[in-house]
């Protein structure tokens, strides 16, 4: 099972940064869309950010004019840039990829990075 590679996370105070990384190993081609999740403790997974193939970016309200998402196709990798951070934000930050395989569409998932936002 092909598993992302993610990196990254750790703990700080309020109103720092992180930057996350995701990468896919660069033998899986045609990748389309990316996303970000996060699950803080005890909550479901939900989503935070995607960018598209064609670089259109979407955001939780909550993380809004905070976070950016970005991709470097040539790499297979995407970033997460975590900008003024909150305690609110803490969880497990999960990446996820797409590609489309026939009439089907593959998913990957990387292991999940700690983000501990201390206030």
């Known amino acids: 099972q092909v598993r992302l590679v993610e990196s990254g996370g750790g703990l700080v105070q309020a109103g720092e940064s992180l930057r996350l990384s995701c990468a896919a190993p660069?033998?899986?081609?045609?990748?389309?869309?990316m996303v970000w999740y996060r699950q803080a403790p005890g909550t479901q997974r939900t989503w935070v950010a995607s960018i598209t193939q064609a670089g259109e970016t979407n955001y939780e309200d909550s993380v809004k004019g905070r976070f950016t998402i970005s991709r470097d196709d040539a790499k297979n990798t995407m970033f997460l840039q975590m900008n003024r951070l909150k305690p609110e934000d803490s969880g497990v930050y999960y990446c996820n990829m797409q590609r489309s395989a026939g009439w089907s569409t593959l998913e990957y998932w990387g292991q999940g990075l700690r983000v501990t936002v201390s206030s």
């Open positions: 660069e033998t899986i081609a045609g990748i389309h869309g």
